[in-house]
């Protein structure tokens, strides 16, 4: 593998740790929408049924038709922000078997210039032979 192969995979794997550490972001902001929304639907039922309980010109089935349509909205929207959260999480999973693949690490060098492995000097001589 040459220096401009090994730079070009560096490259790429600082490319994809900012694609992944973007993803996790991501997932947590929906993960706050998913809660903002919970959130919301209790304020929304617990108005609901304040105002419901005092009016007595609804029947029960009549409110509880009610409740059941703010229930299956919020359901409805945390569902959709469930399954973006998913395809984040596949396109994480994604990114990750990508990098996997080769069964090579890379070492990429700090702002020095020196190169820092985890492995024994003589096993980095021997790969090289």
């Not at 490259?11 to 959130?39: C, H, N, P, W, Y």
């Not at 029960?60 to 038709?65: A, G, I, L, M, P």
């Not at 700090?110 to 024994?120: E, I, R, Y």
């Amino acid at each position: 593998m040459s220096f401009m192969d090994r730079f070009k995979k560096a490259g790429k794997q600082v490319v994809d740790a900012g694609a992944k550490t973007m993803l996790k972001s991501e997932i947590m902001f929906l993960d706050r929408d998913i809660k903002t929304r919970k959130q919301e639907f209790g304020i929304e039922i617990y108005d609901l049924m304040a105002d419901l309980e005092s009016n007595e010109t609804m029947t029960t089935e009549e409110k509880e038709t009610k409740i059941r349509q703010s229930f299956d909205a919020a359901r409805k929207d945390i569902a959709v922000i469930q399954a973006k959260k998913e395809c984040k999480k596949e396109e994480m999973a994604v990114l990750d078997s990508q990098n996997g693949e080769t069964g090579e690490t890379t070492d990429i060098p700090p702002s020095s210039g020196t190169v820092l492995t985890n492995t024994h000097p003589q096993d980095a001589e021997m790969e090289q032979m």
